[in-house]
């Protein structure tokens, strides 16, 4: 089936630092979404690309729809203790998810 | 606007037994599809209910089932519980009336132990 390649797998950083995370695919995509899930919680949505080549952003978070169709990032700028959490890339139409990156921040 | 709510949010059950799980999607949302996240395999996609029909379904035995009601509330079924179900079940709901409205909203989960 389908697979995406999410990296890092997990992230350890001090407060206050950017983050950078990205997602790839050998399968071209029209959609990609970013979720954050943090623990015990269903995860939620933080960013939804539609277009190749699309920026958006949410607050602190920025993510990129890859010109190539075939990968996304995501980043967090000035990062605080509440982005602690697992973050995921999701392609559909396959409604499949990354495996996730784990982030930590440190006070 | 009600999020998605889920039930029960934990839940025990032995070896053989089945199991019902019940996801009701955010007022107006009328698909509904099912996660199972377990630490090994991450988020898999299980099935996609629109309109009381199955739209899309994932790798997994037929003994995940699946059905989602005229008011879109969505319910589903493990029969002949193994060790290897354990895990969050996940619900999440999305309007699909645009082609491209594929954002999902997560209901908080029904974590199940199977013993």
């Known amino acids: 089936g389908q697979q995406l390649n999410q990296s890092p797998q997990s992230m350890f950083i001090q407060e206050g630092e950017d983050v950078s995370m990205n997602c790839t695919s050998s399968?071209?995509?029209?959609?990609w979404l970013w979720y954050k899930q943090d623990p015990g919680e269903g995860p939620v949505l933080l960013i939804a690309?539609?277009?190749?080549?699309e920026l958006t952003s949410n607050g602190r978070l920025t993510a990129q729809f890859g010109i190539t169709r075939k990968d996304s990032f995501l980043n967090i700028s000035a990062s605080i203790p509440s982005d602690v959490g697992i973050y995921f890339c999701?392609?559909?139409?396959?409604?499949?998810f990354g495996k996730g990156t784990m982030l930590l921040v440190s006070p | 606007k009600a999020g998605v709510t889920q039930t029960p949010r934990y839940l025990i059950k032995t070896r053989g037994q089945q199991v019902t799980l019940s996801c009701s999607p955010i007022?107006?949302?009328?698909?509904v599809s099912w996660y199972q996240q377990t630490p090994g395999q991450g988020l898999q996609f299980l099935f996609e209910?629109?309109?009381?029909?199955?739209?899309n379904k994932g790798n997994f035995p037929g003994r995940f089932s699946g059905r989602q009601f005229s008011n879109s509330r969505s319910e589903m079924n493990v029969s002949t519980l193994e060790l290897g179900d354990s895990a969050l079940y996940l619900c999440?709901?999305?309007?699909?009336?645009?082609?491209?409205?594929?954002?999902?909203?997560f209901g908080p989960g029904t974590r199940l132990t199977v013993t």
């Open positions: 209910y629109f309109s009381e029909t199955q739209r």
């Open positions: 999701v392609s559909y139409s396959t409604l499949t």
């Open positions: 999440a709901s999305s309007s699909r009336d645009r082609v491209n409205s594929y954002e999902q909203y």
């Open positions: 690309l539609y277009k190749a080549g």
């Open positions: 007022s107006g949302h009328r698909s």
């Open positions: 399968s071209i995509f029209n959609t």
